[in-house]
């Protein structure tokens, strides 16, 4: 079983909708949780960093970690085009030391 | 704030010959740098971690006499992929961390081996 589970999709939305992705894992002492959005030919962008369970929001976007069920989750509301991207979780257990990643989420916002 | 450029962005290359990638954190000290491989629809690798002044503890399976990487300051780090062949095509991408703070990415580069 891989540390960190993503189904790379592709998910295509229309324009305005709520995007949800998600991740789950294996390995319990994971304690940081992460998600980067990645645009083609481009290095990933840190989107949302959170420590604990619960929910962090941030403009559009809403990071969800339940550590009981180990699953995080991702939600972007009113999405837009320029949201078309690979979505990558990625988690760790020492404050950002080595990450795993999920493999990636391919999200395509139709006009 | 928190920018890290990779340089180059592209590059083509002969098989045999050494590719040298720098990545420097523009705005911040990175008292850590990481180096990671992707392949095509397929996650970050971590290939080797490095923090300024000392060896890179690189990851199991990454060759140290193929990937040779210097930390030399605390805003730069250069990947040397030596002896370079087609197997090595690939997109190498570098991050940047200052203490325990989250990792920034470059935008990484397409190295291809003819």
């Known amino acids: 079983q891989k540390e960190v589970e993503q189904d790379p999709g592709p998910l295509s939305v229309p324009e305005g909708a709520i995007v949800s992705l998600n991740c789950t894992y294996s390995n319990s002492a994971f304690q940081y949780f992460m998600w980067y959005r990645q645009y083609s030919r481009k290095g990933p962008e840190l989107l949302m960093y959170?420590?604990?369970?619960g929910n962090k929001e941030d403009g559009r976007f809403t990071a969800q970690v339940d550590k009981s069920s180990k699953y995080i989750s991702l939600f972007i509301r009113d999405s837009q085009p320029s949201d078309s991207a690979t979505y990558l979780c990625?988690?760790?257990?020492?404050?950002?030391?080595?990450?795993?990643f999920g493999k990636g989420n391919q999200v395509v916002v139709i006009p | 704030g928190a920018v890290v450029s990779q340089h180059p962005s592209w590059v083509i290359c002969k098989s045999g010959t050494s590719v040298k990638i720098e990545c420097r954190s523009l705005d911040f000290q990175a008292t850590t740098m990481f180096w990671y491989r992707q392949f095509p629809k397929q996650s970050l690798m971590l290939m080797a971690t490095?923090?300024?002044?000392?060896?890179?503890?690189?990851e199991q399976g990454v060759e140290k006499d193929k990937f040779l990487i210097n930390h030399a300051s605390l805003t730069l780090s250069t990947l040397t992929v030596t002896s370079a062949h087609p197997e090595d095509s690939s997109f190498y991408i570098c991050s940047a961390r200052l203490y325990d703070q989250p990792q920034h990415f470059g935008d990484g580069t397409r190295l291809s081996i003819l």
């Open positions: 490095s923090n300024e002044g000392s060896k890179a503890t690189y």
């Open positions: 990625a988690m760790s257990v020492d404050g950002n030391n080595r990450l795993a």
């Open positions: 959170t420590y604990s369970s």
